[in-house]
């Protein structure tokens, strides 16, 4: 097989053509959100949301409803139970939210493995982008563009509030109210791209090459778009390699998005220390 | 001359404790205050409570329009990829359409508030590469920009090379000058008389006035207690030494 064929292959199904689509929609836009999740030191959070709607996301596979509409509520409901756990200031809000997450997860585990559950729940837990359909692909779509007009348009305030919070809220700009607006992106996001990138999984996309990229970017707009490139990249990569090494996609995608993770080792961190005088 | 912040019976604090209580001082157009007071003192609960972060407890504050509030630059995110002019920016979102790119107009105003901070030459400059009173002068551009008439600087000369200090103690004056109400927390007993009132603060308000008569050596060992190394006391007045361990 030469490198032709190791490159073209993959792209002479409509299966893998979809996949590359998928991993390249949701890969870009969960990568440019990630910049923000990761600067508003969310990524605890993101972990949780994603985890915390699997009995949602279950429900609606054994419902036959769609799994989007059931990401939506799971999302809601740990939501809910998240801050309502986390009211008690004896436990305070880390563990609250373990323990409640934990819970999900495996109430979403025992409805998917129930004898009377539909096969191949698994593909919730790692994600399945092979199977991806043209309305995941519309949703993904929709998903880029709105969620990127959002972005842009919450991009001064969101800058303002994850540089300094305390002297934002003096120029009429709410950290609670932005903090809140970015997760509900988050959930959003994290909603959509759980059925193609894996319930466990789709952190990934969002963590990982922003994470890699923060020492080298010198602007919030550069640092997104450079997130959402090496993300579609490696979710790209991740199919080929699935395709060629006839591994689960779902997993090799996450695998190639938390490999680009090195590129943070390339150098230190971008800040160099404060001049000593002006 | 109007005043432009006051605080009346003032208790704030967190979780239902107040960390200050009794606090009543008022300040007018081109009035400066010196707000001392030890570690846990509530100099920084007093300016949360004044920029609107946290709700009073009891009692109530007045602030024309909203203050411009520059804490200790090193409690901003250093690895925030932003721009000396990006941070000055910043400031124009006091006028609303946070939703939109900002204008010619705006980056004009932002630019020539570096220039009136000096810092014109180092607009593209990434703002954690700076030096602590580089920074502290940016974050000044930035309330520039703002046009707040109320100014609230958590310890402002911390850590802040003498050419630095020199630039932003003008500035302060220009600010002044200009009819705006300066209220800066300081740990420089000494320093502090040389602004119009001085606010001691320790856990309750434990005087305010200007320098010359309130600074006497009860009040002084009262705000710091243990903290006080004591140089002088001519009987009235007293220069004294407030020995702080900061805590970042």
């Keep these: ?278 | 001359m109007s005043t432009l912040v006051e605080a009346h019976g003032l208790a704030a604090g967190y979780g239902g404790a107040a960390a200050i209580e009794r606090v009543e001082f008022a300040a007018a157009a081109g009035q400066s205050v010196g707000v001392l007071g030890p570690n846990g003192g509530g100099k920084t609960t007093l300016f949360r409570t004044l920029a609107g972060e946290l709700e009073p407890m009891a009692g109530r504050v007045s602030v024309a329009g909203r203050p411009a509030y520059l804490v200790q630059t090193e409690r901003t995110r250093l690895d925030f990829p932003v721009s000396a002019l990006d941070v000055a920016l910043m400031g124009t979102l006091a006028g609303g359409r946070w939703w939109l790119p900002p204008r010619r107009a705006d980056r004009g105003r932002a630019r020539a508030a570096l220039a009136r901070v000096g810092l014109e030459h180092e607009a593209g400059t990434a703002f954690g590469e700076l030096s602590g009173g580089q920074r502290q002068r940016i974050l000044l551009a930035r309330a520039l920009v703002q046009d707040a008439r109320v100014l609230l600087l958590d310890e402002p000369l911390s850590g802040v090379d003498p050419a630095s200090a020199e630039r932003v103690g003008a500035l302060l004056a220009e600010l002044r000058a200009e009819g705006r109400a300066v209220l800066v927390s300081t740990h420089d007993v000494e320093g502090a008389r040389s602004y119009d009132l001085v606010l001691c603060l320790h856990r309750r308000q434990v005087a305010f006035g200007a320098p010359a008569t309130t600074l006497t050596r009860a009040v002084v060992e009262e705000t710091y207690g243990s903290e006080l190394v004591v140089l002088e006391d001519d009987g009235r007045a007293v220069r004294a030494v407030a020995v702080q361990h900061h805590e970042h």
């Design chain 1, 1 to 278: 097989m030469d490198l032709a064929d190791i490159l073209l292959d993959p792209w002479r199904s409509g299966i893998g053509r979809r996949a590359f689509a998928e991993v390249a929609l949701l890969g870009g836009f969960c990568g440019a959100l990630g910049f923000w999740v990761t600067s508003f030191r969310l990524s605890y959070a993101a972990e949780s949301l994603a985890h915390g709607l699997l009995p949602g996301l279950v429900m609606a596979a054994v419902l036959g409803g769609p799994l989007l509409l059931g990401a939506g509520g799971g999302v809601l409901a740990a939501a809910a139970l998240i801050a309502l756990a986390a009211r008690d200031e004896r436990i305070g809000a880390d563990t609250a939210t373990a323990v409640v997450v934990t819970g999900l997860l495996g109430l979403g585990a025992l409805l998917a493995l129930a004898p009377d559950s539909p096969p191949r729940l698994e593909e919730l837990l790692f994600g399945d982008p092979l199977a991806a359909t043209g309305g995941d692909l519309a949703t993904a779509a929709a998903l880029g563009l709105v969620g990127s007009a959002v972005l842009f348009a919450l991009h001064r305030p969101l800058a303002a509030v994850a540089f300094d919070a305390t002297g934002a809220r003096p120029l009429g700009v709410s950290p609670a109210a932005f903090g809140l607006a970015m997760l509900a992106l988050l959930a959003v996001a994290v909603a959509v791209a759980a059925r193609g990138l894996g319930n466990l999984l789709v952190l990934a996309a969002v963590v990982a090459p922003a994470f890699a990229l923060r020492p080298h970017v010198s602007s919030p707009g550069r640092a997104m778009a450079a997130a959402a490139a090496l993300a579609a990249t490696a979710g790209v990569a991740g199919i080929y390699i699935s395709f060629h090494l006839d591994a689960a996609a779902g997993a090799c995608v996450a695998l190639a998005l938390c490999a680009s993770a090195v590129l943070r080792l390339r150098s230190g961190p971008r800040s160099a220390p404060a001049r000593p005088a002006p």
